[in-house]
């Protein structure tokens, strides 16, 4: 009876305890971060880390706009695209357990670190404050196995393209290294090996030496600009215990980047070249100008860039520019010193790719020569040439319409005639044609 009581008693005053603290938190904020976990664990010099931290309220009250940085020092440091700083957002009351959140960073370690352990910092504050609180962690670190995935040859791949991919093997140990079979995938299947497997086996390594392995690899064509992940496996028998050792690593592969237009003339009128812009790549690309560069052959009237803006992969737009030639080209001078200017424009296109680089496509677009033809005629009227050819208007335009012209004359004196005898027949009934005749011949021999 007594113990019972006991047991009561106790389990009130636990009872108690906890609504105090409850009570005592209630009007608080309290952050809370933790290191979930790292993959590896330990990490790897010379490989990627993923770091995993979690964020609890252990208070009563909530937190708006609560940010994350990370602080990278040696032997860490952020990987490509990762951001030091990052949002954390709205953590409500007592926000802890299954509810906390989740930040993840992923870290290249550096290759050269030696084993043990290194501290990591960061730090959280509400966004515009200057109050900010740091926090430090312990990440354990190991050296390389004896075997080593040292080097990758390609770290963009562009969609839809095949790229050969190649990965080197190093053995870094004091023993040769024998029966090792290499492995990589991309767990999301964006890129995936074309004409063989993902798996391809050596037969031995020597130490201090390194094999080459080549696949041909291809990025899905649906893929978003980003860097994605390549988990690496290497298997190979110990050198000393004979038993079979496995590496597991990671590599960053960006797909995306670059694109490639085609350029190609459309239409010219009045001295207004037209020319199609498309994008013939499989990546879309922003901010796009198109430029005519100074050049021999040619004038620009006007602006010379034309701003288009976005091009996805697959779309086309055009660009006018108002030009003419300085060098007359006719198609008895074609072969004239100038004269291949006149047959080429030279055309930038410039533009911004996924991963925010400026990149400038450099094409040479061939016109028709007849065009030039209408484009020098316009060019000799500027450039003072204008005598000559009304000159050759005018003999022209008599040689083609005399008849025209004689048989109008001809029709107006009949006219003026007729017009004359009614006069005089009103005055004189007795007119006739023959006295207008004779008033007309008159009239000459004066």
Request: aromatic share 10%; net charge negative; no cysteine.
């Given at each position: 009876m007594m113990k019972i009581k006991n047991l009561t008693i106790l389990s009130l005053m636990v009872l108690l305890s906890f609504s105090m603290v409850s009570a005592l938190f209630e009007d608080v904020t309290l952050i809370s971060v933790g290191l979930v976990n790292q993959d590896p664990d330990p990490a790897i010099a010379g490989n990627v880390v993923e770091i995993r931290f979690s964020v609890e309220n252990l208070g009563g009250n909530d937190i708006n706009n609560l940010m994350f940085e990370l602080t990278s020092e040696y032997p860490f440091e952020l990987a490509s695209g990762e951001d030091a700083v990052k949002e954390v957002g709205i953590i409500k009351g007592f926000q802890t357990g299954e509810d906390m959140k989740i930040m993840k960073y992923t870290l290249m370690v550096n290759r050269d670190a030696i084993a043990g352990n290194y501290e990591l910092k960061i730090k959280y504050y509400e966004e515009g404050s200057t109050i900010k609180t740091a926090r430090t962690f312990s990440i354990e670190l190991d050296n390389k196995e004896s075997a080593e995935v040292i080097y990758i040859?390609?770290?963009?791949?562009?969609?839809?393209?095949?790229?050969?991919?190649?990965?080197?093997?190093?053995?870094?140990?004091?023993?040769?290294?024998?029966?090792?079979?290499?492995?990589?995938?991309?767990?999301?299947?964006?890129?995936?090996?074309?004409?063989?497997?993902?798996?391809?086996?050596?037969?031995?390594?020597?130490?201090?030496?390194?094999?080459?392995?080549?696949?041909?690899?291809?990025?899905?064509?649906?893929?978003?600009?980003?860097?994605?992940?390549?988990?690496?496996?290497?298997?190979?028998?110990?050198?000393?215990?004979?038993?079979?050792?496995?590496?597991?690593?990671?590599?960053?592969?960006?797909?995306?980047?670059?694109?490639?237009?085609?350029?190609?003339?459309?239409?010219?009128?009045?001295?207004?070249?037209t020319f199609s812009i498309a994008n013939i790549g499989s990546v879309a690309a922003s901010s796009v100008t198109v430029k005519i560069p100074n050049q021999q052959g040619w004038k620009i009237m006007g602006s010379n860039s034309v701003i288009i803006g976005n091009l996805n992969e697959g779309d086309y737009t055009i660009a006018s520019f108002t030009m003419i030639p300085t060098t007359i080209r006719t198609p008895d001078t074609s072969t004239q010193k100038g004269g291949q200017d006149m047959s080429t424009v030279k055309v930038d296109v410039v533009y911004t790719d996924s991963r925010g680089n400026r990149n400038t496509i450099k094409k040479e677009v061939s016109v028709d020569s007849s065009m030039f033809q209408t484009i020098e005629g316009e060019e000799k009227i500027i450039s003072g040439g204008m005598q000559g050819r009304m000159g050759v208007q005018q003999e022209s335009f008599w040689q083609k319409y005399d008849l025209m012209i004689i048989g109008a004359v001809v029709l107006t004196l009949l006219i003026c005639a007729r017009n004359k005898y009614k006069k005089e027949k009103i005055e004189d009934s007795n007119y006739t044609y023959k006295q207008l005749a004779k008033e007309a011949f008159h009239i000459k021999k004066k």
């Open positions: 040859n390609q770290v963009e791949l562009i969609p839809g393209k095949i790229i050969p991919l190649k990965f080197t093997i190093n053995n870094v140990g004091s023993a040769p290294l024998r029966e090792l079979t290499f492995q990589w995938e991309n767990e999301d299947d964006i890129i995936l090996p074309v004409g063989s497997d993902n798996t391809k086996y050596i037969k031995y390594i020597d130490v201090g030496e390194s094999k080459e392995l080549e696949f041909d690899v291809i990025a899905s064509t649906n893929a978003d600009p980003d860097l994605y992940k390549l988990d690496l496996f290497l298997t190979y028998s110990d050198p000393v215990t004979g038993e079979d050792k496995e590496i597991n690593t990671k590599a960053g592969v960006y797909v995306g980047g670059a694109t490639d237009f085609d350029v190609s003339l459309s239409d010219t009128s009045n001295g207004e070249l």
